[in-house]
């Protein structure tokens, strides 16, 4: 029996509906964005019981088993890492707020720029 070489070239996806559909996301994307995912867990545990300027950051590393280089590649510094957090949150509250309409948005603004006016009234 002789073996035909295989051809290579461009890899054939399932189709759907005669589509070609995308393979789902590669592994070494999904591996990294599971780790990125699972420091951000780690650390945000520890800076609730222990505090942020208590917990070091190979006390993160430890609970997910990877090295303290291995932060150091997804954040600059233990405070990139909490304010990772943060940030993901405001893009969460401010798609959240443009999906209500302009009517929130407004009130929000104004509530904004009321605030700071007001507080020394409370203190």
């Known amino acids: 029996m002789v073996r035909m070489p295989r051809k290579r070239g461009i890899p054939q996806w399932p189709q759907a509906d005669g589509v ?32 942020y300027e208590h917990t070091a950051v190979h006390e993160i590393t430890d609970i997910v088993d990877v090295s303290e280089r291995t932060v150091f590649r997804y954040f600059a510094s233990k405070e990139d890492l909490a304010l990772f957090f943060v940030a993901r949150e405001l893009d969460a509250f401010a798609e959240a707020l443009a999906a209500l309409g302009r009517e929130v948005v407004s009130f929000v603004v104004e509530f904004q720029v009321a605030v700071p006016r007001l507080m020394p009234a409370f203190w």
Do not use: H, N
Request: avoid cysteine.
């Open 20 to 51: 070609p559909t995308q393979p789902a996301e590669p592994r070494r994307g999904r591996k990294k964005r599971q780790t990125r995912d699972a420091l951000i867990d780690a650390a945000l545990d520890l800076f609730e019981t222990k505090g």
